[in-house]
């Protein structure tokens, strides 16, 4: 039996998984849910939901065998399926910390595959991703997550594209949705005692429960809205980094989609946030300058995507990154130019490689 501590992973055998979940005290009131995710990190429809509601994916692949079990069979995805991420709810009953605190997944195969992970150190959460089963290559892993949000099953599902219906918000309660809880953190954050900006120094500020003016609530929800698992974006670096040296791109690649999600969900809250700082400034909002999403992260992710040969993967990366660039009459760097020379370059390959 593998034992994976939060952020481990491990190779995956057999096509037929069934996990399973069991807190604490042996009592279940909580709901199990399962999301179907390309390599963008997105849901292709709202039928890449699995919950109580929809017990199976269309294509069987993914199937809610009862409130604490999920059967996989992976053999059935189809090829543009990235992961399968796999939750738990809380059913409204229990608060985060009673009902997930301590709880353990285990995963089995009839291959003999056996892992287990357990959940430690949640506070609010009411909805916790437990696993992610992926693909690297031609192999499937899997990685325990241990990470939720405090507001329940319609952020979390909401962070994937997905929106959540009326029965689904009564069924499993959902809180106010929108903020993430983060109170997990995968890798070691060698930041800890060193604030990169006045946004962290406000989120510090938050997490301990000191009082902030309104400026500084502004700075401490913005650099909420750009962490990943837990920790800042700009602090993932040396991380994908390290996966691109060991070879394993892949997963370097996941790290960065997952940043560049993080980097548009900053901006979007800096728009959201433009009234409140034009009227704190006493400006108009046309005067508040609203960051583009940082170039680096899309030009890194592209190259990536060329090296494993998916050149549509990289035009949309780019694309995508295009869309929040804003006004190119202020973009200042060189990575702007080089980033729409590749695109073009890998159009002009796709196009070849079609003939």
């Keep these: 039996m593998q034992q994976l501590q939060m952020g481990q992973n491990c190779v995956v055998s057999g096509n037929h998984l069934s996990i399973e979940f069991t807190n604490q ?74 009902c997930f605190d301590g709880g353990v997944v ?32 031609e192999r499937w892993k899997l990685r325990a997550v241990s990470q939720g949000w405090s507001d329940g099953v319609s952020a979390s599902v909401e962070s994937y594209g997905i929106e959540v219906d009326s029965d689904a ?9 929108g903020s993430v809880a983060v109170s997990m953190i995968v890798v ?52 994908v980094a390290r996966l691109k ?23 979007a809250r800096e728009y959201a946030n433009a009234p409140v700082r034009a009227a704190y400034f006493g400006r108009s909002v046309e005067e508040i300058v609203v960051r583009e999403t940082p170039p680096g992260w899309t030009h890194n992710a592209a190259i990536v995507y060329r090296k494993l040969g998916d050149l549509r993967g990289e035009i949309a990366v780019v694309d995508r990154w295009l869309a929040h660039a804003g006004d190119s009459s202020k973009w200042v760097g060189a990575t702007h130019a080089k980033l ?10 796709l196009q070849k490689s079609s003939r």
């Design 245 to 267: 040296r060991e070879g394993c791109l892949v997963e370097a690649l996941e790290m960065m989609l997952e940043v560049i999600a993080a980097t548009e969900r900053e901006q």
């Design 188 to 239: 070691p954050d060698q930041f800890a005692g060193d604030p990169i900006g006045s946004g962290e120094a406000a989120w510090r500020k938050k997490r301990a429960g000191e009082s902030l003016n309104e400026y500084e609530e502004l700075h401490a929800v913005e650099y909420e809205a750009g962490l990943v698992r837990g920790t800042h974006f700009l602090k993932w670096g040396e991380e």
């Design 340 to 349: 729409i020379a590749r695109r073009q370059k890998a159009f002009e390959l």
């Design 106 to 137: 285990s995963v089995r195969s009839a291959e003999g595959f056996d892992a287990i992970h357990q959940l430690g150190g949640l506070t609010s959460e009411r909805c916790v991703v437990l696993v992610e089963v992926y693909r690297a290559g």
């Design 25 to 98: 005290e042996g009592v279940f009131d909580a709901e199990l849910m399962a999301v179907l995710v390309g390599r963008d990190f997105r849901a292709r429809s709202d039928e890449d939901l699995v919950l109580f509601n929809r017990v199976s994916s269309p294509c069987q692949g993914v199937v809610l065998a009862g409130a604490r079990r999920i059967e996989l069979r992976l053999d059935r995805l189809s090829v543009d399926v990235a992961r399968v991420v796999v939750s738990v709810a809380d059913g409204g009953s229990s608060a985060g910390r009673a």
């Design 169 to 177: 918000d009564t069924r499993v309660d959902r809180g106010q949705a």
